[in-house]
């Protein structure tokens, strides 16, 4: 079984009930993900433009909270799990491939095609790029790489993106490697055996989270250029999106289970499609609605729902016919150069 961090799950179907809690508590993660990913974009894909810099100071209080929230909050779960799938995928391939690491070379070399297209025709903010590219870089050569190394190049990789390099994408390779070598070590296929290491690290989180970002308001406010500030920022980020991940883990073991997996599991099984889709909606929506920079914050969020809304209902109905989305029905494709099927027959 391999499962991969853009949508995904390759091979034969698990045997053990625990392999399928932890790919639906997988899925669960990227839906979420993806909804706190759409509204950071919303405004910056309306704008037609890239991302928000560093340097932008929220004017409101409603904005001041989105920003704390969302803010570098979801990008790193997202590339997390990217790590997790891909060296989920190395093993299925192992298993089924003479040559593992061309089946990782075609499918980062599709996911970079289909980041180009995004990039070159509706967004220039496009992460699938950044994605592909830092996989081809970093992700495939580690693969030859003791899962010790693995380890140890993730937490200096993080480390120096967060004091040196202001986060954003520098963060990026840290957090494939950290998923990489969490799923080596084993760690991944043991998330639901134990609640009580995942409540402890998520406290941790989540009270280390606070007074840094207190840190990074403040500094924000005096001066969106002081050290302070640079490295408040994508510390504060990383710490809530961890606390946000052991969160979405220990609900997963109450009877909110059923309603979260139910909201966040077909837009994570579908998340490429999603991802790329969300592009042309918020688009569209731009040319009817206006200029994005008008728009307050209640404005964005209702954007934001609205496509969420008609994406989830999309991914439901298209899910209960087909094994896959039709993008990554096609990313399998290229993956293993063979036609898998896409139609559930009853």
Known sequence: MSWDGLGDVDGPRPAA??????????????????????????????????????GHVPETT??????????????????????????LLLESAQARARQPRVVLLRRLLALLTVGLFHFLVLWEGDILTVYATLGLL??????????????????VLIVLSVTLLGGWYSVVPGLFLLGSALTRYGVVSKINLSSRPTA????????????TTVIQLRAGALNPDSTSFRIAY???GLLTAGAYVCGILLLLRTRLAGPMTAVFRPLGRMALTNYLTATVLVLAISVVVGDS???????????????????????????????QGPVEWLWRWVTWWQRPPLRRWR
């Open 17 to 54: 009930n625990q392999a399928q809690k932890r790919i639906v508590a997988l899925d669960v993660l990227r839906g979420f993900a993806l909804c706190g990913i759409l509204l950071a974009n919303v405004k910056p894909i309306a704008h037609r433009g890239g991302e928000l810099g560093t």
């Open 62 to 87: 409603a904005a001041t909270v989105l920003h704390l929230l969302v803010d570098q909050r979801f990008f790193p779960i997202f590339s997390f799990l990217f790590g997790v799938g891909f060296s």
């Open 138 to 155: 970093v992700l495939l050569p580690t693969t030859w790489v003791p899962r010790r190394v693995v380890a140890i190049a993730a937490g």
């Open 200 to 211: 402890l690290l998520g406290l941790i989180f989540a009270l280390v989270a606070v007074p």
């Open 234 to 236: 994508p510390a504060a």
């Open 293 to 323: 920079d008008r728009w307050p914050v209640g404005g964005m969020v209702a954007v934001a729902a609205a496509v969420l809304l008609m994406q989830w209902m999309w991914s439901v109905l298209w899910l209960r016919r087909c094994h």
